[in-house]
T-cell receptor
Framework: GQNIDQPTEMTATEGAIVQINCTYQTSGFNGLFWYQQHAGEAPTFLSYNVLDGLEEKGRFSSFLSRSKGYSYLLLKELQMKDSASYLCAVRNAGNNRKLIWGLGTSLAVNP | ETGVTQTPRHLVMGMTNKKSLKCEQHLGHNAMYWYKQSAKKPLELMFVYNFKEQTENNSVPSRFSPECPNSSHLFLHLHTLQPEDSALYLC????????????FGPGTRLTVL
């Protein structure tokens, strides 16, 4: 079957660094996505990885290891506004190219 | 207007009602999507439209009927829904179906009594 696993909840302190992990088992792979969703708002795109390695974008970085079926989202210099749900999604290969979504990780940033 | 807009933002309906959700994107995209987001469940893709043509229907019950009159507008017609259909319904768009980034609307919070 197809499965995306990520922790349900995490807590971190303002100014700190937090790593949100995502492991996946899917039929084919054509990229992994991270989205941020604040409560009551639309998900917004954060990153896309299709090759192994680290992609850095400001305070946020995303890492992918295809052989391990593993990714993480790294958030540095945490701010209160980073409190949100972080969704991991994997795109199938082939004509389908459907996104398989994880349940999301609810991150609470405390002062 | 920018991005993806959805109306209404909140909707309460009875099981015998008929209602419609509306989505509009101002991004010049060619692909549009309906998703269902329920508590403690992952985002579920319902329908995909590419250049106004439906390209995907993920075994969605017929009580949900999508309509895409043009590339900028997407509707979800609802009739005889069940309480378990209560959820957040999200619309999204992308430049094309194969694009990496999808842009989401704020969603319609639907409650079926």
């Amino acid at each position: 079957g197809q499965n995306i696993d990520q922790p349900t909840e995490m807590t971190a302190t303002e100014g700190a660094i937090v790593q949100i992990n995502c492991t996946y088992q899917t039929s084919g792979f054509n990229g992994l996505f991270w989205y941020q969703q604040h409560a009551g708002e639309a998900p917004t795109f954060l990153s896309y990885n299709v090759l192994d390695g680290l992609e850095e974008k400001g305070r946020f970085s995303s890492f992918l290891s295809r052989s391990k079926g593993y990714s993480y989202l790294l958030l540095k210099e945490l701010q209160m506004k980073d409190s949100a749900s972080y969704l991991c999604a994997v795109r199938n290969a082939g004509n389908n190219r459907k996104l398989i979504w994880g349940l999301g990780t609810s991150l609470a940033v405390n002062p | 207007e920018t991005g993806v807009t959805q109306t209404p933002r909140h909707l309460v309906m009875g099981m015998t009602n008929k209602k419609s959700l509306k989505c509009e994107q101002h991004l010049g995209h060619n692909a549009m999507y309906w998703y269902k987001q329920s508590a403690k469940k992952p985002l579920e893709l319902m329908f995909v439209y590419n250049f106004k043509e439906q390209t995907e229907n993920n075994s969605v019950p017929s009580r949900f009927s999508p309509e895409c009159p043009n590339s900028s507008h997407l509707f979800l017609h609802l009739h005889t829904l069940q309480p378990e259909d209560s959820a957040l319904y999200l619309c999204a768009s992308s430049q094309e179906v194969r694009s990496n980034e999808q842009f989401f609307g704020p969603g319609t919070r639907l409650t079926v009594l």
